[in-house]
C-alpha cells in the first residue's frame, strides 16, 4: 500500500477550529459507537447532529477543542455548521476505512489464509497488540498512528524476521503475488511467536469486505 500520514482535517467554525485525525484511537471510539463505523457513517448521510457530534469527539485531537466549538454552537443557526461539519466528518471516515490498492481487491478475491474474517475490533486489537508488543511503541504513539501506519510498519517487521532466518524460503516454495511465500510467512510468523495467520493478503481482504 501507499504509505501516507494518518489523515487529518481541520473543521473552522466562527473563532474555533478543531482538527479530527484517522488515528487508532478513533477508530477504536468510532468502532464503539452504537453501531460502529456504519451506523455513524449512516447517522452523517442523514445529517443527524448528534451523529455528527459523537463522530467529532471520537475523532478530535484536542477534546477540549472539539467541546468548545460544540459549545459555540448553543446561540447560532445549526444549519451552516452542520453541512460543513459533514464534510470533514466524511473524509475522515473514507480515509480510515477505505481499502487503499490493488493488494486488497486481490486479497477479497482470494480470501485471507486462514479463510476466517475478522471483525473491524479484532483487526484493531490485532493492530494494537502487534504495535506495542513487536514494534516497541509507547501506547500513546499507537493511539495516535493510523491503521494503515501500523499495519505497514509490522509488515517490514515480518519481513525482516523473514530476511534474518536462513533457510526460511524454500527454493520451490510457490511464491505470493507478494513474493513470499505462504508457507514461509507462517513459519516466520510462528518462529517470532506471532499470530501464524497474521499475513498482508488477510488484513487487505478483511479492510476490502468492511469498506465494500
Known amino acids: 500500500m501507499p504509505l501516507q500520514p494518518a489523515f487529518e482535517t481541520t473543521l473552522r467554525h466562527g473563532n474555533h477550529a478543531v482538527t479530527l485525525?484517522?488515528?487508532?484511537r478513533?477508530?477504536?471510539?468510532?468502532?464503539?459507537?452504537?453501531?460502529g463505523i456504519p451506523?455513524?457513517?449512516?447517522?452523517?448521510?442523514?445529517?443527524?447532529?448528534?451523529?455528527?457530534?459523537?463522530?467529532?469527539?471520537?475523532t478530535a485531537t484536542d477534546q477540549a477543542g472539539a467541546e468548545?466549538?460544540?459549545?459555540?454552537?448553543?446561540?447560532?443557526?445549526?444549519?451552516?455548521?452542520?453541512l460543513q461539519a459533514q464534510a470533514a466528518c466524511l473524509d475522515l471516515l473514507a480515509a480510515l476505512i477505505k481499502a487503499g490498492d490493488d493488494d486488497a481487491q486481490e486479497a477479497s478475491s482470494q480470501g485471507g489464509a486462514s479463510g476466517?474474517?475478522?471483525?473491524?475490533?479484532?483487526?484493531?486489537?490485532?493492530?494494537?497488540q502487534f504495535a506495542t508488543g513487536w514494534l516497541g511503541w509507547s501506547p500513546s504513539e499507537v493511539w495516535n498512528a493510523s491503521p494503515a501506519e501500523i499495519e505497514v510498519a509490522f509488515l517490514a517487521h515480518?519481513?525482516?524476521?523473514?530476511?534474518?532466518?536462513?533457510?526460511?524460503?524454500?527454493a520451490d516454495a510457490k511464491a505470493s503475488p507478494a513474493g513470499r511465500s505462504d508457507a514461509a510467512q507462517?513459519?516466520?510468523?510462528?518462529?517470532?511467536?506471532?499470530?501464524?495467520?497474521?499475513?498482508?493478503?488477510?488484513?487487505?481482504a478483511m479492510k476490502a469486505r468492511h469498506s465494500a
Do not use: C
Open 21 to 24: 485525525r484517522a488515528s487508532l
Open 26 to 35: 478513533a477508530a477504536v471510539a468510532l468502532d464503539n459507537l452504537p453501531g
Open 39 to 58: 451506523g455513524a457513517w449512516d447517522s452523517l448521510m442523514r445529517l443527524s447532529y448528534t451523529g455528527i457530534r459523537q463522530v467529532l469527539l471520537a
Open 68 to 82: 468548545l466549538v460544540i459549545a459555540s454552537l448553543s446561540d447560532k443557526p445549526l444549519a451552516p455548521f452542520v
Open 116 to 128: 476466517t474474517p475478522m471483525t473491524l475490533r479484532e483487526y484493531f486489537e490485532k493492530l494494537y
Open 158 to 170: 515480518t519481513d525482516r524476521l523473514v530476511k534474518m532466518t536462513p533457510g526460511l524460503m524454500p
Open 186 to 204: 507462517r513459519q516466520s510468523n510462528i518462529d517470532a511467536g506471532l499470530d501464524p495467520e497474521f499475513d498482508r493478503h488477510a488484513l487487505h
